[in-house]
């Protein structure tokens, strides 16, 4: 039952992602970007994809799903759902940065597999639901009128909470 609850959470998230602009004005942007994690339970590279609708000039509304696996000896993956509100903040006419808020919802699953001498192996698995919020803060550099780079830095706060870094490449509709 909570895989098909995990399904439908995504479904529903991928729906919202594609359905969204009916809601907004001025413009809408797909990104991909490399994330980097890092947590007390390790560290790890993962990728995200993404869907912004431009409110007006400076506000934006956003949605995000990522992978993100942490750790080598703990096999600990997280799914991160986001929808926030982005306020950005222009330097100049193709330099800007932003402030991002939102809520999260992270899929979960912890693996481990220990070894005691005489007695074989032991698997332990955990599956978990999370909700929690996200700041972050960020640039965006146009390289042309549909295409911009970004940088950003966030906080998850959720339990087993986990900072983030991402680098990616934004294309304007």
Known sequence: MKNVFNILMIVVAVLCMFT???YAGTGRSTDVSVVYGTASYGNGTGASLGNEWKLDETLAFRTDISYIP???E???TRVPIAVSLKLYFPYAERFRGYFQLGGEVSFDSWEYTYTLPGFGSTKIQEDKTR????PAL?????LNKEISIFFDVREHFIEDKYDSVSLGLKYNY
Request: hydrophobic share 35%; net charge negative.
């Open 70 to 72: 942490f750790g080598a």
């Open 74 to 76: 703990s096999n600990y």
């Open 131 to 134: 909700f929690g919020v996200t």
């Open 20 to 22: 969204a602009q009916t």
């Open 138 to 142: 960020g640039t965006e550099f146009d």
